[in-house]
């Protein structure tokens, strides 16, 4: 098991617990993909400066209420690498149009 202080790393699963967990595993399996910011900033529709925001760890307000309604469940969150065929499971297109 590899730890450092922000997450804790299992075979490849980030257990998300801090904004800078979210910003590793995005940060981590953005660069296994082999693609920028600024591709996954087109690809998804959410703003560079935002993804960047989130790769370093900023705690954003929906970030924060994410994880306090997690841990308020008693939800433990982990993050690993599995078919991301997005499109499979919903309209990206009709998602980003909800992100304007």
Do not use: C, W
């Amino acid at each position: 098991m590899e730890t450092n202080s922000n997450s804790t790393i299992i075979q490849g699963q980030y257990q998300i617990t801090t904004p800078a967990s979210i910003g590793e595993a995005i940060r981590h399996y953005r660069s296994l993909a082999g693609i920028t910011q600024e591709e996954l900033s087109r690809r998804t529709g959410i703003r560079r400066v935002y993804l960047s925001e989130m790769e370093s760890g900023k705690e954003t307000e929906q970030i924060k209420r994410l994880l306090t309604v997690l841990h308020e469940l008693g939800v433990h969150v982990t993050f690993e690498k599995v078919d991301t065929s997005i499109g499979r499971y919903f309209d990206l297109d009709e998602y980003r149009s909800t992100l304007v």
